[in-house]
């Protein structure tokens, strides 16, 4: 059974920065598309960052561009996302999400498998 487990969420003030962490079990996703979302209070989710976990290519949403890194460690099964420069705007709560298939992807329904996501507010 595929898992995904998000971390490192919490308060943080403007400008601060933070590390989520989603660890993955039930399969090996070296070969597979990776991605971080994220869902504001009274939003829709939507796309922040993607990696394709082998061969290190990476996408981001224009509002995270510059100050988000999306990273993965294969040893660990784990994909990283670094927020640095966060604004109160960044506030929502952020998903993991793995596909089946290879290569990233901004689009929810390519991801066949989701974490159950943690909390990051970022206050003024």
């Known amino acids: 059974q595929v898992q995904l487990v998000e971390s490192g969420g919490g308060l943080v003030q403007a400008g601060g920065s933070l590390r989520l962490s989603c660890a993955a079990s039930?399969?090996?996703?070296?070969?597979?598309?990776m991605g971080w979302f994220r869902q504001a209070p009274g939003k829709e989710r939507e796309f922040v960052a993607t990696?394709?976990?082998?061969?290190?290519?990476?996408y981001y949403a224009d509002s995270v561009k510059g100050r988000f890194t999306i990273s993965g460690d294969n040893a660990k099964n784990t994909v990283y996302l670094q927020m640095n420069s966060l604004k109160p705007e960044d506030t929502a709560v952020y998903y993991c999400?793995?596909?089946?298939?290879?290569?990233?992807?901004?689009?929810?329904?390519?991801?066949?498998?989701w974490g159950q996501g943690t909390q990051v507010t970022v206050s003024s």
């Open positions: 039930g399969r090996t996703f070296s070969n597979y598309g």
């Open positions: 999400a793995a596909r089946s298939s290879y290569g990233p992807s901004r689009y929810q329904y390519d991801y066949a498998y």
């Open positions: 990696i394709n976990w082998s061969g290190g290519i990476t």
